[in-house]
Nanobody, 122 residues
Framework: QVQLVESGGGLVQPGGSLRLSCVAS????????MGWYRQAPGKQRELVAD???????DYADSVKGRFTLSRDNVKNAVYLHMNSLKPEDTAVYYC????????????????WGQGTQVTVSS
């Protein structure tokens, strides 16, 4: 069984910074892409940023220049460095692992973390 464990959310003032961490555990052989989505109240879940195991990274237009994604393929971890935070960044942030292959299964699956709250407010 694969689990994604997130940490690093919290309350921050506008203009501040936060760092989210996510580590995937289990009998993992490979992960195609890891990244972060977010869901604000009353809105659909949206991609924030993700990175493939080949190093290709995508960012939502709303976070380009402010957020930086980094991935550690050895640790099966992904980090989101968030700078210049705005109130509109307030949401539950979910870690996502796409295309996960495990040693004990022949299938390829996707997994989600439990979510971590980020609140940007003065």
């Amino acid at each position: 069984q694969v689990q994604l464990v997130e940490s690093g959310g919290g309350l921050v003032q506008p203009g501040g910074s936060l760092r989210l961490s996510c580590v995937a555990s289990g009998s993992i052989f490979s992960i195609y892409a890891m990244g972060w989505y977010r869901q604000a109240p009353g809105k659909q879940r949206e991609l924030v940023a993700d990175e493939t195991n080949g190093g290709s990274t995508d960012y939502a237009d709303s976070v380009k220049g402010r957020f930086t994604l980094s991935r550690d393929n050895v640790k099966n971890a992904v980090y989101l460095h968030m700078n210049s935070l705005k109130p509109e960044d307030t949401a539950v942030y979910y870690c996502h692992a796409n295309g996960v292959r495990t040693y004990d299964s022949g299938s390829v699956d996707d997994y989600w973390g439990q979510g971590t709250q980020v609140t940007v407010s003065s």
